[in-house]
């Protein structure tokens, strides 16, 4: 079994930074994509970003500039630091995770419990 935990959420300012971070753990020989999605109230998940195993890296447009996505894959850990913070980013954040593939080559996808991210003056 694989379990995302993450931690950093909370109530910061316009213009302020917050840094999320995801550790995965449990019975993992390697892991393939980790993203972050976000859900606001009364929209769809969406994904903020996402990094490789090999680095490479994507972002929402809404967020290029501000945020980076990055990992530590001896620690299983994915990280989102985000900057200039604006209200509309006010979301519960997931951390999601590609690892393996199940008896029918289907990628198996694990999700974090959410941490809050409020962005308000």
């Known amino acids: 079994q694989v379990q995302l935990v993450e931690s950093g959420g909370g109530l910061v300012q316009p213009g302020g930074s917050l840094r999320l971070s995801c550790a995965a753990s449990g019975s993992i020989f390697s892991i393939n994509d980790m993203n972050w999605y976000r859900q606001a109230p009364g929209k769809q998940r969406e994904l903020v970003a996402g990094?490789?195993?090999?680095?490479?890296?994507n972002y929402v447009d809404s967020v290029k500039g501000r945020s980076t996505i990055s990992r530590d894959n001896a620690k299983n850990t994915v990280y989102l630091q985000m900057d200039s913070l604006k209200p509309e980013d006010t979301a519960v954040y997931y951390c999601?995770?590609?690892?393996?593939?199940?008896?029918?080559?289907?990628?198996?996808?694990?999700w974090g419990q959410g941490t809050q991210v409020t962005v308000s003056s």
């Open positions: 990094i490789t195993s090999g680095g490479n890296t």
């Open positions: 999601n995770a590609v690892i393996g593939f199940d008896r029918w080559g289907i990628p198996n996808n694990y």
